[in-house]
């Protein structure tokens, strides 16, 4: 099965721009997570999406947003970028099956914001 | 809160045993992932601990105490390529809260 699949690998925006990432899960997969990594903060839960709807959010504010599609693919969106977005902004898939289910995460590779 | 603490680095020599601690401080995790991330590259799954007790996988092993809080990964038969940072989650309704990660550096 082909892994996690995240484009595009890199992006340089400029403050007050607006980006979206993408995520392709693995096959099978309908739950799609969102991270964001940076070296003072580490890694940190964005958002998941489970069969198109946002079931968990962490604490990031309203300029972070997701959506997932029909065939599991998600999309996250970073409106009015700060410089502190700068980060590798991670997504990960599992094979959960029920609201209350939970699998092991596999991460994609991941892409790297550069803010300016 | 949700703190899961990990220390920040490590040394160890090639073919030794290493032991990388993470406490937690919440009960709200239903169980606690190890995830392996080589510098650049995406984190990769270790192992997955739901019960107490010692889980194996090859030269990988992974303990857990829910009552105390606490988890360890074991490396074994330590080689250069396991250097790496070593990153502890905990899982609450597929929800990961990451420790800061432990840098591993082997040494010939």
């Known amino acids: 099965k082909a892994g996690v699949t995240q484009t595009p690998r890199y992006l340089i925006k400029t403050r007050g721009q607006q980006v979206t990432l993408s995520c392709s899960p693995i096959?099978?997969?309908?739950?799609v997570s969102w991270y964001q990594q940076t070296p003072g903060q580490g890694l940190q839960f964005l958002f998941e999406?489970?069969?198109?709807?946002?079931?968990n959010k962490g604490n990031f504010p309203g300029r972070f947003s997701g959506r997932q599609f029909s065939n599991s693919r998600s999309e996250m969106n970073v409106s009015t970028l700060e410089l502190g977005d700068s980060a590798l902004y991670l997504c990960?898939?599992?094979?959960?099956?029920?609201?209350?289910?939970?699998?092991?995460?596999?991460f994609g590779p991941g892409t790297r914001l550069t803010v300016l | 809160g949700q703190n899961i603490d990990q220390p920040t680095e490590m040394t160890a020599t090639e073919g030794a045993i290493v032991q990388i601690n993470c406490t937690y401080q919440t009960s709200g995790f239903n169980g606690l992932f190890w995830y392996q991330q080589h510098a650049g590259e995406a984190p990769t799954f270790l192992s997955y601990n739901v019960l107490d007790g010692l889980e194996e996988k090859g030269r990988f092993s992974s303990f857990l105490s829910r009552s105390k809080g606490y988890s360890y990964l074991l490396l074994k038969e330590l080689q250069m390529k396991d250097s790496a940072s070593y990153l502890c989650a905990g899982n609450a309704g597929n929800m990961l809260t990451f420790g800061g990660g432990t840098r591993l550096m082997v040494k010939p």
């Open positions: 096959s099978g997969h309908r739950s």
């Open positions: 990960a898939s599992s094979a959960r099956t029920a609201l209350s289910g939970t699998d092991t995460q596999y």
């Open positions: 999406y489970f069969s198109e709807t946002q079931r």
